[in-house]
């Protein structure tokens, strides 16, 4: 069974896309713990990131610096945080965040949802430090 993230990858759910080539994906997280909370993600499912080819994991920490770069410029927050945790979605995903203090890591600190248009004013923001 396709992961919910392969399922956003193919357009059968609805996603905020800020980036797309041939080996990933990002979008923006439907639950932000802050503005532009943004998943880096694997077009193959690898559930664990430990598990992914070198040039894959490779590939998606030099998407998820320049990604954290156009963040850093589109928002200015004291720093941009990178998570992988893995336990919400078992495909393997980058947590870009942008952050003031040590509780913007919080997943807890996690909104339960944000409006469309926020997230595509969001998108247009970051698509344009790209």
Request: a negative charge.
């Amino acid at each position: 069974m396709a992961s919910i993230f392969t399922r956003i990858i193919q357009g059968e759910i609805p996603g905020t896309f800020v980036w797309r080539d041939d080996e990933a994906v990002a979008f923006l997280s439907i639950n932000p713990i802050s503005r532009g909370h943004t998943l880096v993600v694997p077009i193959e499912e690898v559930e664990h990131w430990i598990d992914l080819p070198d040039g894959l994991a490779s590939h998606l920490m030099t998407l998820s610096t320049r990604l954290g770069r156009a963040v850093q410029a589109a928002f200015n927050p004291v720093k941009v945080g990178l998570v992988i945790a893995g336990y919400e979605v078992p495909h393997t995903h980058l947590h870009v965040i942008p952050t003031w203090s040590m509780a913007d890591l919080d997943f807890r600190n996690a909104a339960t949802g944000v409006d469309r248009e926020t997230l595509e004013e969001t998108a247009t923001l970051i698509r344009s430090h790209l």
